[in-house]
């Protein structure tokens, strides 16, 4: 079975492809390591179409640590996969581009204790493929 493509911001996505995002989360504090997973405690995900901030595939503040397409690294590198459901062209424009925008807030053990939160945010585009029922 082929991996699904990695895509990073502003990168374009097939209407109802798999597609894999991958990134580290990076302690507030300016310095600061990465955080390893022993430190995160959650990681929720919300996906939207920009245009009409609707939910996508019921992705919202969804838990994606090691669940529902997410992976967590014991080095902190989180990669999650959003599915052919995920990845759907809604508007009506036949070929067109459509932009979507993932966000994942993480919380985590801070180094001099305590929990704070990280919110991460990618845009990325689905192109409607006049084809794909």
Not at 88 to 114: D, K, N, S
Not at 127 to 133: A, I, Q, T
Request: aromatic content about 6%; charged content about 15%.
């Amino acid at each position: 079975m082929p991996e699904p493509m990695i895509f990073g911001a502003d990168d374009v996505i097939p209407e109802k492809s798999d597609a894999q995002y991958a990134c580290q989360f990076v302690e507030a504090a300016v310095g600061q390591p990465t955080l390893v997973a022993a430190a995160i405690l959650t990681i929720a995900a919300t996906l939207k179409n920009v245009a009409t901030a609707v939910a996508i595939n019921s992705r919202t503040a969804q838990d994606v640590k090691n669940v529902n397409g997410g992976s967590l690294a014991i080095d902190g590198w989180f990669s999650l996969t959003l599915g052919a459901l995920d990845n759907i062209y809604v508007g009506t424009a036949p070929g067109g581009l459509e932009e979507h925008r993932l966000t994942l807030q993480a919380t985590y053990t801070r180094t001099g204790g305590g929990t704070g939160t990280l919110n991460h945010e990618v845009r990325f585009y689905v192109r409607n493929l006049v084809d794909v029922p």
